[in-house]
């Protein structure tokens, strides 16, 4: 049995990205960052879909690019999580950053695990910190396509 459960859902229009690079993507940040054991839903929604959301958690009455749940009691036994990507926002971040969709969607997925795994961007420094373990994955990532 992988040390990795990923499970990929689409509540929407099929994006542009299969699930297969999306667990790719997923195992290369786990793996980077020393996680042993994962259990991961990545769920690719809609703007609707992630507006309820981000009013249900966060109050907020808008789109955003990327929701993470940690749901684990322990992370050092088992990392368990949800990552909500809203496919309509990040086509139009990957237009206005003038990168493909399956970069943007990388990204975003990258920055969805970060979170679970522990970083924050709350701050200057903790974002900046972000971004470079991002643009780093994002990388490594594209050298394997």
């Known amino acids: 049995m992988s040390k990795y459960q990923l499970r990929i859902e689409k509540c929407c229009a099929t994006p542009r990205i299969t699930n297969s690079k999306l667990k790719q993507i997923a195992q290369s940040v786990l793996a980077g960052e020393g996680i042993e054991r994962a259990t991961i839903n990545i769920v690719l929604v809609d703007d609707a879909y992630m507006i309820e959301l981000n009013q249900k958690y966060l109050q907020h009455d808008e789109p955003t690019d990327v929701l993470s749940f940690n749901l684990s009691d322990d992370v ?70």
């Open 76 to 145: 050092s036994e088992l990392l368990e999580g949800e990552i909500y990507a809203d496919v309509d926002q990040i086509a139009r971040q990957a237009q206005d950053y003038g990168v493909d969709f399956e970069e943007e969607v990388t990204r975003i997925i990258i920055h969805g695990i970060l979170h679970l795994i522990g970083y924050d961007d709350r701050t200057d420094l903790e974002r900046k910190n972000m971004t470079k373990k991002e643009d780093d994955y994002l990388t490594i990532y594209k050298q394997g396509r």
